[in-house]
Nanobody
Framework: VQLQASGGGLVQAGGSLRLSCAAS????????MGWFRQAPGKEREFVAV????????FYADSVKGRFTISRDNAENTAYLQMNSLKPEDTAVYYC?????????????????WGQGTLVTVSS
């Protein structure tokens, strides 16, 4: 599976962005899809995950109520809708895919990673 993240950019605090993660291959529906981010000088951290049938979703506490993860298995694409953005949301955002039923938060559990897309939130 190859993943291509897009949709990043520069936005003012309080604004919104929608990230997309397009996957190659015909087995997209067999993967849980996660979003992670890495801010300058910090370690990469979990943001959100959606199970392969969208029945299970988890968010990091820092984004709960502001971000929404979703997926379209017919389009082989996962999304991250980000609202009420804050300067501390500035980071490179990565999508990742994990084969199987379980939706997990641990980075090391994921099988494939996209290249990342930069989100910059100005104050």
């Amino acid at each position: 599976v190859q993943l291509q993240a897009s949709g990043g950019g520069l936005v003012q605090a309080g604004g919104s962005l929608r990230l997309s993660c397009a996957a190659s291959g015909r087995t997209f529906s067999g993967y849980a899809m996660g979003w992670f981010r890495q801010a300058p000088g910090k370690e990469r951290e979990f943001v959100a995950v959606i199970s392969r049938n969208a029945g299970t979703i988890f968010y990091a506490d820092s984004v709960k109520g502001r971000f929404t993860i979703s997926r379209d298995n017919a389009e082989n694409t996962a999304y991250l809708q980000m609202n009420s953005l804050k300067p501390e949301d500035t980071a490179v955002y990565y999508c990742a895919a994990k084969w199987g039923v379980v939706a997990v938060r641990r980075e090391r559990e994921y099988d494939y990673w996209g290249q990342g897309t930069l989100v910059t939130v100005s104050s």
